[in-house]
């Protein structure tokens, strides 16, 4: 049975603010299976957003896993990072999950993957998925310039175009930011 995984999530920081978007579609093999996931959640009270990509049951568990982390650190995001991807490295059953995470609040964003990666984006600018690589160039293009626009509206842009190139990214968008 192939799994159903999902694809393409982009966060942007930019003039003081965070957007982080995805797209909607999971595939299973070459084929649609669903159209509208959901795969931008809030979390601790809406301060901290996280996006996922990858095999779709994984990540929710694996979202699971960071909002324990979470409370269990006091909503600081980067130790709660840590902890899980010690946690998804050494635990049999996590280790076998395979997704990615952009996760973020008002101060800093986080790419976390299962092989041990933390990692703080280059340029306020993180991508994950199989349209990431087109989402992370259009946003870059679009901080460098078009500095007026905002956040959302450069995360918007990147995965428009990231689902006009990527067979794997549609266009129904979810787009949260961080709250006070």
């Known amino acids: 049975m192939e799994k159903i995984k999902s694809t393409t ?6 003039n003081g603010e965070l957007a982080l ?3 909607g579609q999971a595939t299973m093999g ?5 159209s509208n996931v959901k795969k931008i959640r809030k979390l601790a009270g809406g301060k901290v957003v996280a996006g996922f990509a990858g095999s779709t049951a994984d990540a929710f568990t694996l979202i699971e896993k960071f909002e324990e982390k979470l409370n269990t650190f006091n909503g600081n995001l980067r130790r709660a990072a840590i902890e899980l991807v010690k946690e998804w490295r050494t635990d049999r059953y996590l280790s076998k999950l395979e997704a ?19 990692l703080e984006p280059d340029n306020e600018v993180a991508a994950i998925g ?20 905002s956040a959302e509206e450069m ?4 995965l428009t175009i990231a689902a006009d190139i990527c067979i ?11 709250e006070e």
Do not use: W
């Open 155 to 158: 995360v918007r842009e990147g």
């Open 30 to 34: 070459n084929t649609v299976a669903k």
């Open 100 to 118: 990615m995470m952009i996760v973020a609040n008002k101060e800093e964003m986080l790419v976390i993957s299962g092989s041990g990666d933390v």
């Open 9 to 14: 999530v982009l966060g942007v920081f930019h």
């Open 21 to 23: 978007g995805a797209d």
């Open 130 to 149: 199989s349209g990431s690589m087109y989402a992370q160039a259009a946003a870059l293009a679009l901080k460098k310039h078009a500095p007026h626009l």
């Open 168 to 178: 794997y990214t549609n266009h129904n968008f979810i787009i949260a930011s961080p």
